[in-house]
């Protein structure tokens, strides 16, 4: 790693006045961070640590939801009753994500930040990647892409989001709190991470020296009917070829409400509330989930090696419906 | 499971080792890939500053008190290592892929490799010189022996700690991926699914795992978690 300096914040006020520093950084769990120092993808001038910052609670809100700190634990949002109960999608899917050690250090607000895994922006040997050395290409694009975007993507990148807790946020309609110069503001999970387009250096829509300070969820958390299932390489730490957060509501024997998002397919987790509509008011039928999978999936472009993704998330989705609907 | 482990466990931490286990790891490629580039300097030059001075912390450390000074760049891991002399936790990776380096902190175990010492100022942290020690050895580390759960023994520091630790997420009732459920709670009762999915976070080159899971599985089993 190159030097850096280290300032441990005092208050959310004191870490977004640091961050207006040159080269600033901020510190939560370290685990994408340090690992992106290492490589010298990253390299911080100043880092500010935030990890103790009085934001690692998991509350009920008085409309319903609940509240999940910026700095609150993977692996403690994965195993709180509230989470559980309310949320399984969002606990399932933080579950599924890194390893026992690397959930117990890696923060939600961090999990928002992660950066892509594609190989050409994490090895500074490849001379071409627009979302690290903007203007350089892309190494993808006629690269090795097996684990590359089908959706969404642009001619500048075709990167895909590696967070597992990101989808079932998404698909949980939760919103990001957000802390900077100018105040507080909330940005839905549909509008905080954007699409490469000619910017794919920007992964976010956060301003410069926003810090996260949190994550709401709104009232309503499919906990009868909810699941997550990720594909990839091996049974356990490994990012996922193709993973899918689903729920549904029922009421009366068809479907009252639907939540539908993709993971490892797109820059962000990917999902169109017009695939949920097309469950409202349907019996929970393989077919049915057929043809959410379709509207969710039109206009797929696989890349020359992924092609294989287009039937695996088709067949990932029905599956994700099927296994949430047999739930007690 | 016996998945192929995709990373190197050698000890060069030069560029170009560290940078071909991250290739690997991310294209979620096999050994065998070509590496298709070699390393050409992409980033801009720019001054670089020097080193940011030493600054003192206290680490509680196996119970005893430690102050230590280091620069900000120094790892959890290094801290033990280097400036503590306490060997027993390894350094495999060092990018938070193998699990070699796991200790527990206040608790919790953690990658060491990943944490910065001056991030865990003042906190309370146990390595494998704290868990056992000959003629005195935990029962997992006993367990290991009976069961032959390793061979060159260079990952069996972060199998143990990870075992360690595992117990008490299992007793106050932490869940995995293949929880059945996870609305439901109460104690995790540790089948051999559970076991391989909550040890997955550790690497073993060697592929001791069948006995590695029979080892922990003995232990969760004298608990009551089993």
Known sequence: MTPFAYRRAQSVDDAVRLAAKPGAHFLGGGTNLIDLAKGGVVRPLLLIDVSRLPLADVTATPDGGVRIGAMVRNSDAANHALIRTRYPLLSQAFLAGASPQLRNMATVGGNLLQRTRCPYFYDTGFEHCNKRLPGSGCGALDGINRNHAILGASAACIATHPSDMCVALAALRASVRVRGPRGERTIAMADFHRLPGDTPQRDTTLADGELVVGVDLPPGGFADHAHYLKLRDRASYAFALVSVAAAFDMRDGVVRDAAIALGGVAHKPWRRPEAEALLVGRAPTDAAFADAADALLQGARPVAQNGFKVALARRAIVRALQTAGAQA | ?226
């Open chain 2, 1 to 226: 499971m016996p998945a192929p482990p995709p990373l190197a466990m050698s000890h060069d931490d030069s560029h170009a080792g560290a940078t071909r286990r991250g290739f690997l790891q991310s294209a979620g490629a096999l050994a065998g890939t070509p590496l298709i580039a070699g390393h050409a300097q992409a980033a801009a030059p720019r001054a670089e500053p020097s080193a940011a001075p030493a600054t003192a912390l206290t680490l509680r450390v196996n119970g005893q008190r430690h102050q230590l000074h280091v620069e900000p760049r120094v790892t959890l891991l290094d801290a033990l290592r280097d400036n503590l002399g306490l060997t027993g936790t390894k350094k495999g990776c060092d990018r938070g892929q193998c699990g070699a380096c796991t200790v527990i902190v206040d608790g919790r175990r953690i990658n060491s490799c990943l944490a910065l010492a001056m991030a865990h100022d003042g906190d309370d942290i146990v390595t494998i010189e704290g868990i056992g020690q000959p003629g005195h050895l935990h029962p997992l580390q006993a367990a290991f022996v009976a069961e032959d759960a390793f061979q060159c023994g260079y990952c069996t520091p972060g199998q143990i700690c990870s075992g360690v630790a595992l117990m008490e997420e299992a007793r106050r009732g932490d869940c995995s991926t293949v929880t059945p459920d996870v609305r439901k709670q109460g104690v995790a009762m540790l089948t051999d699914a559970e076991i391989r999915e909550r040890m997955s976070g550790n690497l073993c080159r060697c592929g001791a795992y069948a006995n590695i899971v029979k080892a922990v599985r003995t232990v969760a089993a004298g608990e009551g978690v089993a």
